[in-house]
């Protein structure tokens, strides 16, 4: 073990230490220090230069006599998935697939070789499950496979070895964490693995005209166990998202140097696989209570896309001196400043109160213009009115108790308005004279006040 060194490395920003730490120096993150070996004789640190050696003795090219990229596109079959990807399968990209354990990423990319496997082959490379469980899956599945080759092994030297025998078209990595190259001494899923790993598809991808799509597992805290580093060397990044014990998921693209990262894709996890979901407002709504204190619904965007959701709040009198707080599906600073905003406009008296947040159906929501309907849950629950079933509220909060306008008002109107909303509350600034929308009733609101007499008509 001459010219060795063990090394812990930080997995967030690969700030390295001599000694084990619990909280990174660099980039505050706990717990984030994996051990490493690295390799002091200089020659790995050729090796590593060297795949990288296809971009050196380049030259220059005028800007006009550049041609436009044609991006070959290829379906999954799973038209969602094809959106946030920005249409389809780039050949010769490289797509990174992040998501918890058991969250559905091997399902959805066993249901995608069948699609793919039309015009192209595929190779899909288990680390992680033996070939009778994929063969098990597939059935489940119904995925027949008749262009995929199944590979289950975790030596990256050897799995480049079958794929220039098999010639793929398309490479699955499930997952980059349980690969290994022969030139790095310490261990799967160290950061200096998991980028040797990743570089040697990324050369093989650009060089060979190969889709790749890696799977990557994140940790708790919802960052890619592995370097951060991993993200920027992919051509896009999709993350795979929702609460395990109910059956939605969403796709969405955190990176796409392809497409936009506005779409998300939404399914429904059945026992025959991912199923896609073309009106996710429908789903998210149908265990809505009803004649409930507490409850408001919103239109939010998700990209492009107008989802309506359902918000719920639960006032009590506070347990304890230091009030409880806990929010689901709603970011805590958004929650605390439209508490703040509530309790010093309006003098209602939230901080004897324990307040509990939560967006049925576990989307998350991070747009401001969720913002009336979480005060509108809160006065309601605090005041024990019930907002009527038919309403929706769309519309941001200053900090002085004004509503401001939101961008695509009519889009989120229409929504709620198809599936049958009939009245909707949405900032005075945003009602122009030719905004308006069948079957829905639509009412301005300039502040908070407005918002309690509204309530208080109930
Ligand atoms: N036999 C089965 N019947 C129905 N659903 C299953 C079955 N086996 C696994 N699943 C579902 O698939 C999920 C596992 O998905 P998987 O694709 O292996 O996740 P990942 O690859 O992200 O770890 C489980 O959480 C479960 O919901
Ligand atoms: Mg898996
Ligand atoms: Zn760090």
Request: include cysteine.
């Given at each position: 073990m001459k010219g060795l060194k063990t090394v812990y490395i930080c997995s967030e920003c690969e700030?390295?230490?001599?000694?084990?730490?619990?909280?990174?120096?660099?980039?505050?993150?706990?717990?984030?220090?994996?051990?490493?070996?690295?390799?002091?004789s200089p020659a790995p640190a050729k090796k590593l230069s060297a795949s990288m050696a296809a971009a050196s003795g380049a030259s220059a090219t005028h800007f006009s006599e550049l041609d436009f990229p044609e991006y070959i596109r290829s379906s999954t079959g799973i038209s969602e998935l094809d959106r946030v990807l920005g249409g389809g399968l780039v050949t010769g990209s490289v797509v990174l697939l992040s998501g918890e354990p058991?969250?559905?990423?091997?399902?959805?990319?066993?249901?995608?070789?069948?699609?793919?496997?039309?015009?192209?082959?595929?190779?899909?490379?288990?680390?992680?499950?033996?070939?009778?469980?994929?063969?098990?899956?597939?059935?489940?599945?119904?995925?027949?496979?008749?262009?995929?080759?199944?590979l289950?092994?975790?030596?990256i030297e050897n799995i480049l070895e079958q794929a220039a025998k098999i010639k793929p078209?398309?490479?699955?990595?499930?997952s980059v964490q349980t690969m290994y190259s022969d030139k790095i001494n310490s261990s799967p899923g160290s950061v200096s693995n998991v980028k040797e790993v990743?570089?040697?598809?990324?050369?093989?991808?650009?060089?060979?005209?190969?889709?790749?799509?890696?799977?990557?597992?994140?940790?708790?805290?919802?960052?890619?166990?592995?370097?951060?580093?991993?993200?920027?060397?992919?051509?896009?990044?999709?993350?795979?998202?929702?609460?395990?014990?109910?059956?939605?998921?969403?796709?969405?693209?955190?990176?796409?140097r392809f497409g936009s990262t506005n779409e998300i894709g939404?399914?429904?996890?059945?026992?025959?696989?991912?199923?896609?979901?073309v009106n996710p407002s429908e789903m998210l709504l149908a265990d809505r209570p009803s004649d409930a204190s507490?409850?408001?619904?919103?239109?939010?965007?998700?990209?492009?896309?107008?989802?309506?959701?359902?918000?719920?709040?639960?006032?009590?009198?506070?347990?304890?001196?230091?009030?409880?707080?806990?929010s689901n599906g709603i970011d805590y600073n958004r929650t605390y400043l439209i508490l703040a905003v509530l309790e010093k406009r309006l003098g209602l008296r939230f901080s004897a109160n324990d307040v509990y947040m939560n967006v049925i159906g576990g989307l998350q929501i991070n747009e401001p213009a969720s913002d009336l309907a979480i005060a509108l849950a809160l006065i309601s629950s605090l005041t024990d009115k019930v907002i009527p079933d038919d309403l929706i509220a769309i519309g941001e909060l200053?900090?002085?108790?004004?509503?401001?306008?939101?961008?695509?008002?009519?889009q989120r109107i229409k929504e709620a308005a198809r599936i049958g909303f009939t009245r909707a509350l949405i900032p005075h600034g945003n009602l122009t004279g030719n905004l308006s929308v069948k079957g829905i009733e639509l009412i301005p609101v300039k502040n908070v006040y407005d918002l309690l007499l509204y309530v208080k008509k109930q």
């Amino acid at each position: 073990m001459k010219g060795l060194k063990t090394v812990y490395i930080c997995s967030e920003c690969e700030y390295e230490s001599m000694k084990w730490l619990g909280k990174c120096p660099k980039c505050n993150s706990w717990n984030s220090f994996v051990e490493d070996v690295i390799d002091l004789s200089p020659a790995p640190a050729k090796k590593l230069s060297a795949s990288m050696a296809a971009a050196s003795g380049a030259s220059a090219t005028h800007f006009s006599e550049l041609d436009f990229p044609e991006y070959i596109r290829s379906s999954t079959g799973i038209s969602e998935l094809d959106r946030v990807l920005g249409g389809g399968l780039v050949t010769g990209s490289v797509v990174l697939l992040s998501g918890e354990p058991g969250i559905g990423k091997s399902t959805l990319l066993l249901q995608i070789c069948d699609c793919l496997g039309e015009s192209k082959k595929v190779l899909y490379v288990s680390g992680e499950e033996s070939s009778g469980q994929l063969k098990l899956r597939a059935k489940r599945l119904q995925v027949i496979g008749s262009s995929l080759y199944i590979l289950t092994e975790t030596n990256i030297e050897n799995i480049l070895e079958q794929a220039a025998k098999i010639k793929p078209d398309v490479i699955i990595v499930d997952s980059v964490q349980t690969m290994y190259s022969d030139k790095i001494n310490s261990s799967p899923g160290s950061v200096s693995n998991v980028k040797e790993v990743a570089m040697a598809f990324i050369n093989k991808a650009k060089t060979e005209d190969i889709s790749i799509i890696l799977v990557g597992h994140i940790n708790k805290e919802g960052s890619i166990a592995g370097p951060k580093v991993l993200e920027h060397m992919v051509d896009a990044v999709l993350s795979f998202e929702g609460d395990k014990r109910q059956s939605y998921r969403i796709i969405r693209a955190n990176k796409n140097r392809f497409g936009s990262t506005n779409e998300i894709g939404v399914f429904e996890m059945t026992d025959t696989g991912l199923r896609e979901i073309v009106n996710p407002s429908e789903m998210l709504l149908a265990d809505r209570p009803s004649d409930a204190s507490g409850n408001c619904a919103v239109c939010t965007l998700e990209g492009t896309r107008p989802i309506v959701a359902e918000i719920q709040a639960l006032v009590t009198p506070a347990s304890s001196p230091a009030p409880r707080r806990t929010s689901n599906g709603i970011d805590y600073n958004r929650t605390y400043l439209i508490l703040a905003v509530l309790e010093k406009r309006l003098g209602l008296r939230f901080s004897a109160n324990d307040v509990y947040m939560n967006v049925i159906g576990g989307l998350q929501i991070n747009e401001p213009a969720s913002d009336l309907a979480i005060a509108l849950a809160l006065i309601s629950s605090l005041t024990d009115k019930v907002i009527p079933d038919d309403l929706i509220a769309i519309g941001e909060l200053g900090l002085a108790g004004e509503c401001r306008g939101v961008a695509c008002i009519e889009q989120r109107i229409k929504e709620a308005a198809r599936i049958g909303f009939t009245r909707a509350l949405i900032p005075h600034g945003n009602l122009t004279g030719n905004l308006s929308v069948k079957g829905i009733e639509l009412i301005p609101v300039k502040n908070v006040y407005d918002l309690l007499l509204y309530v208080k008509k109930q």
